[in-house]
């Protein structure tokens, strides 16, 4: 469905969030015949106080169960999905089944710009991937915008896109999606947020949904999950073209990127820590390599701009040293192999891992292997938080009942004293949770804020972020 389709016609928004709030400016700017908004439950007074300041009070809002709001979502044409609001809901299927058209934001937007869109998706990397391709495209000289769920929504961009887009599509956004983007690009694939999606499969399937059909598909050929769907010859890869294996075009060899055999942007410069870091700048360049970028003419413009390209907020971000321990918020790290690749950025240092919050009842083998391999060759410390915690703690001590002391805390506060106590010299304490934060506890910025706060009230305190 395109937005020109909305004209005329009733156009129920699902969610008065970010997404939410550009659906309905883009339904009105369409001159839909009647545009009304519903929520789950009681709209929370903040997101009623951002829907008023964004000019929309004089649309209604009502809770999605109460008779209002059932009466629009039963009158609707047309049904706009918030990210948050999964389409394999019985009450979304059964708008589905009576004739309604149920769409997202992702989807309307690519049906009408997907040609100047880069789309990134996977299971971890995309943020990062995200802001660096549009960071390092702007330096190349092309006007490129970084949107999608990395913060401003794509529909935000209405009606004046600039020439590019880079799109963050997160799995939820990816449900809906059927058209597709100009350049796809898949950087991880595992299991994750499996709840919303059903299964596994259905992840999986919704993730490829955005790769389908993309006029040029670029995949993580490091990563295993990739790595396999390539080797599978999945049909929703296409003629995929892989990036950051040692046998793809464009790779990392040492401390440079390579496109072919010629060297194009040094990586000595970077401020993007780890080796998965220096495959998500591979993913940046592949983007660049095959819109036809002079690689190699821009190389010193290029290897500038990375240099002044700062980790993103909560991604392997220092907040301080304290009596020579290292603290990195890696907050939004939400999944076992997250965690392990920010394990991975500081690969012989002491290390006290701070884990743990809902859980999701995902694998978390890839990540308790990890740990028992460390506690082999550097001091290891686990420090562990909520269910997911307790879990990751029990598999730890029994896949390494000598080798890893271990501490049960209550939050991330709690946790960042107690690592700066047991952490040995000179080591580092990694906030990287590998699970959400669960909901009555606020969201990843809110146990951020904590750690946060807790280290900078530590004795001792020098700022390094």
């Known amino acids: 469905m395109r937005t020109a389709e909305l004209a005329g016609r009733r156009v129920?928004?699902?969610?008065?969030?970010?997404?939410?709030?550009?659906?309905?400016?883009?339904?009105?700017?369409?001159?839909?015949?009647?545009?009304?908004?519903?929520?789950?439950?009681?709209?929370?007074?903040?997101?009623l106080a951002a829907w008023s300041a964004a000019g929309l009070g004089a649309v209604r809002v009502a809770g999605a169960a109460e008779p209002a709001g059932s009466a629009a979502l039963a009158a609707a044409d047309v049904v706009v999905l918030s990210p948050g609001v999964s389409p394999y809901r019985d009450d979304v299927g059964a708008l589905a089944r009576r004739g309604a058209a149920v769409t997202s934001g992702t989807q309307l937007f690519l049906a009408d710009h997907g040609g100047r869109t880069v789309a990134v998706t996977g299971s971890k990397g995309k943020s990062t991937v995200t802001r660096l391709t549009a960071h390092l495209l702007a330096a190349a000289g092309h006007d490129a915008v970084a949107?999608?769920?990395?913060?401003?929504?794509?529909?935000?961009?209405?009606?004046?896109?600039?020439?590019?887009?880079?799109?963050?599509?997160?799995?939820?956004?990816?449900?809906?999606?059927?058209?597709?983007?100009?350049?796809?690009?898949?950087?991880?694939?595992?299991?994750?947020?499996?709840?919303?999606?059903?299964?596994?499969?259905r992840y999986y399937r919704d993730k490829l949904r955005v790769v389908a059909g993309a006029g040029a598909v670029l995949a993580n050929g490091a990563d295993p999950g990739v790595r396999a769907r390539l080797a599978d010859r999945d049909p929703a890869l296409g003629a995929a073209v892989a990036y950051g294996s040692p046998d793809a075009r464009v790779r990392v060899a040492g401390a440079v990127v390579l496109a072919g055999d010629r060297p194009v942007l040094p990586l000595r410069r970077s401020r993007l820590p780890g080796a998965h870091n220096a495959v998500n700048v591979a993913a940046a360049v592949a983007v660049l390599d095959v819109l036809g970028v002079d690689l190699v003419g821009l190389s010193g413009r290029l290897e500038a701009a990375l240099a002044g390209f700062a980790p993103l907020r909560h991604r392997l971000e220092p907040?301080?040293?304290?009596?020579?321990?290292?603290?990195?918020?890696?907050?939004?790290?939400?999944?076992?192999?997250?965690?392990?690749?920010?394990?991975?950025?500081?690969?012989?240092?002491?290390?006290?891992?701070?884990?743990?919050?809902?859980?999701?009842?995902?694998?978390?083998?890839?990540?308790v292997t990890y740990l028992q391999a460390r506690a082999a060759r550097t001091s290891l410390v686990l420090v562990a938080m909520g269910e997911a915690g307790r879990r990751i703690a029990a598999d730890v001590s029994t896949a390494a009942p000598d080798g890893v002391p271990i501490e049960i805390v209550d939050d991330a506060g709690d946790g960042a004293r107690v690592a700066a106590k047991v952490t040995p010299p000179g080591g580092v304490v990694l906030f990287s949770p590998a699970a959400p934060s669960p909901p009555e506890h606020g969201g990843y910025r809110h146990r951020s804020a904590a750690f946060v706060t807790a280290v900078r009230a530590l004795p001792g305190r020098a700022l390094t972020g």
């Not at 969030?17 to 015949?33: K, N, V």
């Not at 939400?334 to 809902?358: H, K, N």
């Open 12 to 47: 129920a928004v699902w969610g008065i969030g970010a997404e939410g709030r550009a659906a309905t400016r883009t339904a009105l700017r369409a001159a839909a015949r009647e545009v009304c908004a519903v929520v789950d439950g009681d709209p929370p007074p903040a997101a």
């Open 147 to 201: 949107a999608g769920n990395i913060g401003m929504p794509l529909l935000d961009l209405l009606p004046d896109p600039p020439g590019l887009v880079v799109g963050e599509v997160s799995s939820y956004q990816a449900a809906l999606v059927a058209s597709p983007p100009w350049v796809a690009v898949l950087t991880a694939l595992f299991p994750d947020h499996l709840p919303w999606h059903g299964g596994v499969g």
């Open 319 to 367: 907040v301080a040293t304290v009596g020579g321990l290292m603290f990195v918020d890696d907050s939004l790290a939400t999944s076992a192999q997250a965690a392990v690749a920010a394990c991975e950025a500081y690969p012989d240092r002491p290390l006290t891992l701070l884990v743990g919050g809902l859980d999701r009842g995902i694998d978390y083998r890839p990540l």
